[in-house]
Nanobody, 120 residues
Framework: QVQLVESGGGLVQPGGSLRLSCVAS????????MGWYRQAPGKERELIAQ???????YVTNSVKGRFTISTDNAQNAAYLQMTSLKLEDTAVYYC??????????????WGRGTQVTVSS
């Protein structure tokens, strides 16, 4: 099993910044993609940023220029730097990673989520 633990959420004023972290542990041979999703109340979970181990990076339009995803493959870690936060960024943020174990089994794991609240 591969477990993900997120940290870094909290309460911030509009225009503020937060940095989310996600670290994976367990039987990991390779991580092919690391991503961040979010789910606001009453809405579906949406992909906001993803980075693959081939260097491909995706960032959804609503956060482009404000959020930056970075990864550290040696540490099995992903980060989401969020700046110029808006009220509409309030959501639970989830980390997702997919890859393979040492036995060649594929995995797709989610963290429990971390709450980000943007409020004045």
């Amino acid at each position: 099993q591969v477990q993900l633990v997120e940290s870094g959420g909290g309460l911030v004023q509009p225009g503020g910044s937060l940095r989310l972290s996600c670290v994976a542990s367990g039987d990991i041979f390779v991580i092919n993609a690391m991503g961040w999703y979010r789910q606001a109340p009453g809405k579906e979970r949406e992909l906001i940023a993803q980075k693959t181990n081939t260097g491909y990076t995706y960032v959804t339009n609503s956060v482009k220029g404000r959020f930056t995803i970075s990864t550290d493959n040696a540490q099995n870690a992903a980060y989401l730097q969020m700046t110029s936060l808006k009220l509409e960024d309030t959501a639970v943020y989830y980390c997702n990673m997919r890859g393979s174990t040492s036995r060649g089994d594929g995995f797709g794991s989610w963290g429990r989520g971390t709450q980000v609240t943007v409020s004045s």
